[in-house]
Nanobody, 124 residues
Framework: EVQLVESGGGLVQAGGSLRLSCAASGFTFDDYAIGWFRQAPGKEREGVSCISNSDDITYYRDSVKGRFTISSDNAKNTVYLQMNSLKPEDTAVYYC?????????????????WGQGTQVTVSS
């Protein structure tokens, strides 16, 4: 059974940090790119960051560059999103997703599997 399980969300004050985890199982982790997405109430889902597990190529949307860092522990089949200097506009449900044919430079493509999401709330 394929599973992507996010954890690490929560409530934090502006300027604070959170580390999200995406634990994967049920597929060959090294063959997939993992993306982090977020969706705020009333807004469309947007790609935040992604990483290719085969060559560690990463992508960040402009609004999180310099604040968020994506990393992968292939031994644990887990991808992390370290989020620093959080802002109220980062508030959203964060999802991770896995896809085999993803343009890592833009995080676009067909994602095969999705997690259930974890809430991140940044208070001002």
């Amino acid at each position: 059974e394929v599973q992507l399980v996010e954890s690490g969300g929560g409530l934090v004050q502006a300027g604070g940090s959170l580390r999200l985890s995406c634990a994967a199982s049920g597929f060959t982790f090294d063959d997939y790119a993992i993306g982090w997405f977020r969706q705020a109430p009333g807004k469309e889902r947007e790609g935040v960051s992604c990483i290719s597990n085969s060559d560690d190529i990463t992508y960040y949307r402009d609004s999180v560059k310099g604040r968020f860092t994506i990393s992968s522990d292939n031994a644990k089949n887990t991808v992390y999103l370290q989020m620093n200097s959080l802002k109220p506009e980062d508030t959203a449900v964060y999802y991770c997703a896995a896809g085999r044919f993803i343009a890592t430079m833009t995080c676009t493509g067909g994602y095969d599997y999705w997690g259930q999401g974890t809430q991140v709330t940044v208070s001002s």
